[in-house]
Nanobody, 123 residues
Framework: QVQLVESGGGLVQPGGSLRLTCTAS????????MGWFRQAPGKEREFVAA????????YYADSMKGRLTISRDNAKNTVYLQMNILRPEDTAVYHC????????????????WGQGTQVTVSS
């Protein structure tokens, strides 16, 4: 069993930045991929970014590429998502997730999920 807890969300003006944190308990190792997804009310979950736990290869959604940096600290069992130049359309609940089957951008492939942290981008 893997438990994930997100933090770092909040209210930010357009053009601002936030760093989200996901802390995991349980075994995160080997072929695990840690992903970030977002979900606005009434919409499906959307892939944001992912990182391979073992060696740090990163993947980003085309819609946010260039505005994101995903990273992890293996010793702290923690993954970070740095988001820059935020836009109102980035407003959503951001979830971290874990998948031990390999890289995927599909929410259905991730078996462990955090409760989410709210990000609101507004003037």
């Amino acid at each position: 069993q893997v438990q994930l807890v997100e933090s770092g969300g909040g209210l930010v003006q357009p053009g601002g930045s936030l760093r989200l944190t996901c802390t995991a308990s349980g075994r995160i190792a080997g072929g695990y991929v840690m992903g970030w997804f977002r979900q606005a009310p009434g919409k499906e979950r959307e892939f944001v970014a992912a990182i391979r736990w073992s060696y740090g290869a990163a993947y980003y959604a085309d819609s946010m590429k260039g505005r994101l940096t995903i990273s992890r600290d293996n010793a702290k069992n923690t993954v970070y998502l740095q988001m820059n130049i935020l836009r109102p359309e980035d407003t959503a609940v951001y979830h971290c997730a874990a998948d031990r089957s390999g890289y995927s951008d599909s929410p259905s492939d991730y078996e462990y999920w955090g409760q989410g942290t709210q990000v609101t981008v507004s003037s």
